[in-house]
């Protein structure tokens, strides 16, 4: 039986909700003109009645050990020139064990914390102007910061370790309306503190993400259909011999696939709404997540 609006979750499940913070990635494929500031408030939750334990999908979750999650998101986005656009993400996570078992690891039964805030830097390469379309060339950085909460606990959603990746791509876009985007990343990952342990520390995999969307965009709204694919070089599965106990060490591979919906409600307000739902999966969630948000556009010239 689907549990809704929870992360059923035994001790080796704490990455489903990871993808909510990664889903899509942090960049696209537009540009913001010089000057033009959006800033948007999400929420999403997340739902599954299966798991992957290293790549086998198993089915059925004791209930006794739910857990709620909520993402709370504020995610910001300022053009610095017409080709080089700044971003900001800070994601706040909320999570509790309905049941009051505490945490295996950490002894706690639930959090409110800030995790992970990234900053990038997208730039609009170059320009292909086409008969009927522009081929844009998308490169970006992104820096991801742990802001000191302890990553090793089944109700964290970060990994607890330092970040830095490197992105690039190309952006279609009819004039017309319809587009097409294709990004690719190298995520470079440092090591976690265990504070649990003084002194203690675990590697976190580097992993290469693949993001493609094809959609429309005009005035009137804007409709997209993405897919992601991650892959971690390395890492452990759960449940072999080199597994530890150190969640965010662990090999986490996965396939997803959503749509997402923006309309405006007044020329600097717009609503958006998302679904997003996992088709393959190593050592995480078999999630499906429902998010919605609102942003708000000015012009600061």
Do not use: C
Not at 48 to 65: L, N, S, W
Not at 129 to 145: E, F, P, R, S
Not at 292 to 299: E, F, I, K, R
Request: aromatic share 10%; glycine share 10%.
């Amino acid at each position: 039986m689907k549990k809704n609006n929870l992360l059923t979750l035994p001790i080796f499940m704490l990455l489903g909700g990871a993808l909510t913070l990664n889903a899509q990635g942090l960049l696209d494929g537009f540009s913001q003109k010089k000057g033009d500031l959006s800033v948007s408030a999400s929420y999403a939750r997340s739902q599954f009645d299966a798991f992957y334990v290293g790549e086998t999908k198993t089915d059925g979750i004791p209930a006794h050990e739910e857990i709620n999650q909520n993402i709370f998101s504020l995610y910001t986005k300022y053009g610095v020139t017409d080709k080089l656009t700044a971003i900001v993400s800070l994601p706040f996570i909320s999570a509790e064990n309905t049941s009051n078992v505490p945490d295996p690891i950490n002894g706690e039964t639930s959090i409110a914390e800030l995790q992970d805030i990234s900053i990038a830097l997208k730039l609009n390469a170059f320009k292909f102007n086409l008969k009927k379309a522009d081929l844009n060339v998308i490169t970006g950085v992104t820096a991801v910061i742990p802001t000191g909460y302890e990553p090793n606990g089944i109700l964290s959603v970060g990994s607890g370790a330092l970040g830095f990746d490197v992105t690039a791509g190309l952006h279609l876009n009819t004039e017309v309306g319809f587009f097409s985007t294709l990004l690719t990343s190298y995520n470079f990952r440092g090591d976690a503190d265990n504070n649990l342990t003084p002194g203690g520390q675990f590697g976190v995999p580097n992993a290469f993400v693949t993001t493609g969307k094809i959609g429309y965009s005009s005035s009137f709204i804007y409709v997209e259909a993405w897919a992601d694919y991650s892959n971690s070089e390395e890492g452990v599965d759960i449940g072999t011999p080199s597994f530890t106990g150190n969640l965010p060490e662990t090999n986490v591979d996965y396939s997803q696939i959503g749509i997402t919906v923006y309309k405006n409600i007044i020329p600097q307000l717009g609503v958006s709404l998302g679904f997003g739902k996992v088709i393959d999966g190593r050592n995480l969630s078999d999630a499906t997540t429902f998010s919605a948000g609102l942003t708000y556009n000015v012009s600061l010239k």
